[in-house]
């Protein structure tokens, strides 16, 4: 059975109306090929310093770290986003949240436990197809370790097993004893595939909050956004409801909208 890996990364900010929770579905067995081109970029923005020695681009990408000086790095990135998702290198998803929602008031609870009853959410109805299940969310989203990871591992997998059954012969299925083999909490500054999320999660955000509406909003962050967005509408993925959300919807790159109903059931972690 394939192994598959999630990395996943949150924008959110105070005072934002909309959160946005993404992850990056990949093959473990893809991940060195997509390392390897973000090595590549890197190497493509080196410099030379005064002593003739060559410096690669180091630094942490990351939306807030968008700038004109560096617009042409984010602009090289983003471009291998859209095309590893052409090449089905790995799929991305983002949960969108009206945080405004009476039902995601009271159920859910943001500002606590209903963080990571949310991002249950994305895993779960993400996660589509029988495999062993590693996940990897940006560690900055627990920082005080108020959460029970361990827990969630636990809820997950036993959603994953009552999910996966039916598709699988009874034989195959009664060898896999976890499907999610691990949630395990990393650092972004090391972690260069969820520096990926990152910026194409703030790229959406950034259009979904309405920054670049603000005075002094950023030129290069703007650009950025329509750089995304242009390539967004050119895969065909990309759809307008109302005036307040943005949906994408195919089989690599999905954007959907999470209304919890009423009468939801939230898991407890």
């Given at each position: 059975?394939?192994?598959?890996?999630?990395?996943?990364?949150?924008?959110?900010?105070?005072?934002?109306?909309f959160?946005?929770?993404?992850?990056?579905?990949?093959?473990?067995?893809?991940?060195?090929?997509?390392?390897?081109?973000?090595?590549?970029?890197?190497?493509?923005?080196?410099?030379?310093?005064?002593?003739?020695?060559?410096?690669?681009?180091?630094?942490?990408?990351?939306?807030?770290?968008?700038?004109?000086?560096?617009?042409?790095?984010?602009?090289?990135?983003?471009?291998?986003?859209?095309?590893?998702?052409?090449?089905?290198?790995?799929?991305?998803?983002?949960?969108?949240?009206?945080?405004?929602l009476?039902e995601?008031?009271?159920?859910?609870?943001?500002?606590?436990?209903?963080?990571?009853?949310?991002?249950?959410?994305?895993?779960?109805?993400?996660?589509?197809?029988?495999?062993?299940?590693?996940?990897?969310?940006?560690?900055?989203?627990?920082?005080a370790?108020?959460f029970?990871?361990?827990?969630?591992?636990?809820?997950?997998?036993?959603?994953?097993?009552?999910?996966?059954?039916?598709?699988?012969?009874?034989?195959?299925?009664?060898?896999?004893?976890?499907?999610?083999?691990?949630?395990?909490?990393?650092?972004?500054?090391?972690?260069?595939?969820?520096?990926?999320?990152?910026?194409?999660?703030?790229?959406i955000?950034?259009f979904?909050?309405?920054?670049?509406?603000?005075?002094?909003?950023?030129?290069?962050?703007?650009?950025?956004?329509?750089?995304?967005?242009?390539?967004?509408?050119?895969?065909?993925?990309?759809?307008?409801?109302?005036?307040?959300?943005?949906?994408?919807k195919?089989?690599?790159?999905?954007i959907?909208?999470?209304?919890?109903?009423?009468?939801?059931?939230?898991?407890?972690?």
């Open positions: 059975m394939k192994t598959i890996r999630i990395y996943s990364d949150e924008s959110r900010h105070r005072g934002e109306r959160l946005l929770l993404g992850g990056l579905w990949i093959e473990e067995t893809k991940v060195g090929a997509v390392e390897k081109r973000l090595n590549q970029l890197r190497n493509k923005h080196s410099y030379t310093n005064d002593k003739g020695r060559k410096i690669l681009f180091a630094g942490e990408l990351k939306w807030t770290k968008v700038s004109t000086k560096y617009y042409n790095v984010y602009k090289d990135l983003v471009d291998i986003f859209f095309d590893s998702i052409a090449k089905d290198d790995f799929r991305f998803c983002c949960l969108l949240l009206d945080t405004q009476p995601v008031i009271q159920y859910a609870n943001i500002k606590k436990e209903g963080y990571f009853k949310i991002l249950y959410q994305l895993y779960y109805h993400n996660s589509k197809t029988p495999a062993i299940y590693k996940i990897f969310p940006d560690k900055i989203s627990n920082p370790k108020r029970n990871l361990p827990r969630l591992q636990s809820v997950l997998d036993g959603a994953l097993h009552r999910k996966f059954r039916p598709m699988m012969n009874p034989a195959e299925f009664s060898q896999v004893d976890d499907f999610v083999q691990c949630v395990t909490p990393v650092d972004s500054k090391k972690e260069q595939i969820i520096q990926l999320v990152d910026v194409v999660l703030g790229a955000g950034y979904q909050n309405r920054h670049f509406k603000k005075q002094g909003a950023k030129k290069a962050k703007v650009a950025l956004m329509k750089y995304v967005l242009d390539k967004m509408i050119l895969s065909g993925a990309m759809h307008f409801t109302g005036k307040e959300f943005i949906t994408a195919s089989t690599r790159f999905n959907w909208i999470f209304k919890p109903k009423k009468n939801q059931k939230w898991v407890k972690v």
